[in-house]
């Protein structure tokens, strides 16, 4: 997969063939002053993440797979769980502690548009070891 971050240019893309052939954990594939868009592949068993971003919103979308979604207003609060596959759309509201969870046998395939964008143009993480690691650095 070409994993250049196109941000700032006219981007035209079919969103769903992209996602589904992407192999990596999270490449950034559109940077751009108030929007990014992601890509992301979670093993089996594997998750996003738990995090929370205060100062933007969320949208994910599932293409292939099934996962747990949960939410909630605290870390130790995740009082919002539902089950989610293919098609299903997810919006985490600023402030909003959330994690995704693949409970499918297969690579669960999502992408992600972060408003305002939450990581660096051209971010590439191969593994989800690889992107704890760098928000770890990061503070996030």
């Given amino acids: 997969m070409d994993t250049t971050d196109y941000g700032t240019q006219p981007y035209v ?3 769903e063939e992209l996602t589904k052939e992407n192999d990596k954990f999270r490449v950034a594939k559109w940077t751009g002053a108030n929007l990014q868009m992601t890509v992301m592949a979670i093993q089996p068993g594997g998750e996003v993440g738990l995090e929370v971003h205060n100062d933007h919103d969320q949208f994910l979308r599932i293409e292939q797979g ?3 979604v949960v939410m ?3 870390e130790d609060n995740l009082d919002f769980e539902k089950d989610a596959e293919d098609d299903f759309a997810i919006f985490v509201p600023a402030g909003t502690w959330h994690n995704i969870t693949n409970t499918g046998e297969d690579v669960l395939k999502l992408y992600s548009i972060y408003a305002p964008g939450e990581h660096e143009k051209s971010t590439i993480h191969e593994t989800y070891d690889e992107a704890m690691a760098a928000e770890a650095e990061h503070d996030h």
């Fill in 72 to 74: 909630g207003p605290a």
């Fill in 66 to 68: 099934n996962a747990k």
């Fill in 13 to 15: 893309v079919n969103i």
